[in-house]
């Protein structure tokens, strides 16, 4: 990791001039040998946009408990993200990066009301020889000086390879095949759900806008946002656990929402003692893994 560059902003940075400047940058594709820079993005004082949370839950079928999601910090530090991508020395293409997978921890419940201090850095950098160079970004929620929140993200810069011939498809268990499982339900991802997830988290990555706008980026048609699966999923899950309670999520994305779909969300006990839930997302056939997790809860 070479030398770090902090950047520090009076408020959230706006969005737009971020994805302007991410898209006016040509970097070549990474190799092995690309070095990232430890970058840094934090604002001191943010409050949470009551009408904006509410259009976010309500698109995720997240319920109102009075505190503030666990994803939903994620999406706040979004434009840290963004400006952390968008900076001149960050080492890999801007745009079409793919969330591979994702922790959140809530150390406490974070009440709408608080004022935090959100922060983002660039944690690691990895080559991975079948996909591609491995981004990790750590995210933080603090306030005053207790930490509350907690992210660690992973996301992809592909390398296009030509395609090789693939064995014989290993079969995927079936949703609801456990016969303890808490959530089995069904829910529509319409062909609009990126364009309406970007309005309001401010993520427009082209590769979830359009079909045109994602085929540059090797997918024929626009996919789902990650944080928008994981949110989904989390309105679900919500409801079986104490919320306000500390809980850890860690999950993994598979395969890619192409848009429109319809999508089987499942979760059951944990095997082990602890307290929580297994969790996947899959096509309505279980061929299809889309995401798969766990919640842990205290």
């Known amino acids: 990791m070479e030398r770090a560059e902090a950047m520090v902003f009076e408020a959230l940075p706006a969005l737009g001039p971020l994805y302007v400047k991410a898209a006016a940058r040509r970097r070549s594709a990474p190799t092995p040998g690309t070095a990232l820079k430890a970058l ?46 968008a900076h001149a020395d960050f080492g890999l293409p801007a745009l079409g990066l793919v969330h591979l997978e994702n922790t959140l921890t809530q150390h406490r419940p974070v009440e709408v009301n608080e004022v935090l201090r959100l922060s983002a850095r660039v944690e690691e950098g990895r080559w991975d020889e079948k996909l591609g160079y491995v981004v990790t970004l750590v995210s933080e929620a603090h306030v005053g000086e207790e930490l509350v929140w907690e992210s660690r993200l992973s996301a992809l810069s592909p390398v296009r390879r030509a395609r090789s011939k693939r064995g014989r498809r290993k079969e995927a268990p079936e949703v609801g095949e456990q016969g303890d499982a808490r959530v089995s339900v069904m829910v529509r991802a319409p062909e609009d759900l990126g364009r309406r997830y970007a309005a309001v988290s401010g993520d427009f990555n082209p590769i979830h806008l359009h079909a045109w706008t994602a085929r540059p ?26 919320a306000r309670a500390p809980v850890e999520m860690v999950v993994r994305f598979r395969k890619p929402v192409k848009l429109p779909a319809r999508l089987w969300i499942a979760a059951w006990p944990l095997d082990d003692e602890e307290d929580g839930l297994e969790l996947r997302c899959q096509s309505p056939d279980g061929r299809l893994t889309h995401l798969e997790g766990r919640v842990r809860v205290g």
Do not use: N
């Not at 995720?60 to 991508?85: E, F, K, M, N, R």
């Not at 996919?223 to 656990?241: C, F, K, N, Y």
């Open 40 to 85: 840094s993005a934090r604002v001191d004082r943010v409050r949470v946009d009551l009408d904006e949370l509410g259009r976010y839950r309500a698109l995720c079928g997240i319920a109102d408990h009075g505190i503030v999601p666990l994803p939903y910090l994620q999406v706040l530090a979004t434009p840290l993200h963004a400006a952390i991508i």
């Open 217 to 242: 980026f090797g997918f024929d048609r626009a996919i789902a946002h990650g944080m928008w699966t994981l949110s989904r999923a989390w309105g679900e899950v919500q409801e079986l656990i104490d």
